[in-house]
């Protein structure tokens, strides 16, 4: 029984031992009140003084523009709203003609019930840092009153002039089986 005890008795040491003190920078050590001084300074902090945190792949346009896939989340939502104009103004230079449009398989559908956009992340397509032009593979599926017709290929996006938004520079869209 004196043998158990003995074994005992430097478990409990070990256990009850107190875990070493964090410092801080000035040699003071660290306590249960300094930590939550500094857990309430950094939700003091306005948002505003907080540093934005911007995709280093996005960071050819301003760090409030939308990302390339909303872009042509938009792009798409307007043809099939035939809203050409809006369309239109997401490209940097737009197509003249439907038929000679990068994606005039898209434009020139007929009778379009819906249309379902899937994109993938981009891929920097120049060594520039940060990029400033991205393509953007996606898959389209368009439900029209003839059937159903997929594309696969990408869109190619570049900053604006002004560097506020991104916009299409290019496409390649191609049928695709199920």
Do not use: H
Request: with cysteine; hydrophobic share 45%; net charge negative.
């Amino acid at each position: 029984m004196y043998r158990q005890l003995l074994l005992v008795v430097p478990l409990l040491l070990l256990g009850c031992s107190r875990p070493a003190t964090t410092q801080d920078p000035a040699g003071k050590p660290a306590t249960a009140t300094d930590a939550g001084s500094a857990i309430a300074r950094a939700e003091a902090d306005p948002p505003a003084l907080q540093a934005p945190a911007v995709a280093p792949l996005f960071a050819a346009v301003d760090a409030d523009a939308e990302a390339p896939a909303a872009l042509l989340d938009r792009y798409v939502m307007a043809l099939l709203n035939r809203d050409r104009a809006t369309a239109d103004a997401a490209w940097t230079f737009p197509p003249s003609d439907d038929a000679r449009a990068d994606d005039a398989a898209l434009r020139q559908l007929e009778g379009v019930r819906s249309m379902r956009l899937s994109t993938e992340l981009p891929i920097a397509r120049d060594g520039q840092q940060p990029s400033r032009l991205l393509e953007v593979p996606v898959q389209v599926r368009a439900l029209t009153a003839n059937g159903t017709f997929r594309f696969g290929g990408w869109y190619r996006v570049q900053p604006s002039a002004d560097g506020r938004a991104w916009q299409i520079q290019s496409a390649q869209l191609r049928p695709s089986l199920d």
